[in-house]
């Protein structure tokens, strides 16, 4: 889960796990109120479910890119 602005997450394996998750998580009292800034690339994501990763409609700025999805 990345609930911090002005995040990277670059050149990463993953596998096995519930994907990659862009919110604030304010129902949990978590993360910031204006997520902005995330960048998710050049990642490997195996077996990370469907959608293997999901963005909050209310964090700007995310890009996401170059990334390997793998069953």
Same mark, same amino acid.
């Given at each position: 889960? $990345? ?7 670059? *050149? +990463?394996?993953?596998?096995?796990? !519930?994907?990659?998750? =862009?919110?604030?998580?304010?129902a949990?009292?978590?993360?910031? $109120? ?7 690339? *050049? +990642?490997?994501?195996?077996?990370? !479910?469907?959608?293997? =990763?999901?963005v ?16």
């Amino acid at each position: 889960m $990345l609930k911090a602005s002005n995040t990277q997450f670059r *050149g +990463n394996a993953v596998a096995r796990a !519930g994907g990659i998750h =862009i919110s604030s998580e304010q129902a949990w009292l978590e993360g910031e $109120l204006d997520l902005r800034g995330v960048t998710v690339v *050049g +990642n490997t994501l195996q077996e990370c !479910g469907d959608p293997p =990763i999901t963005v909050d409609p209310s964090a700007k700025g995310v890009v996401i890119g170059n990334n390997t999805f793998l069953p």
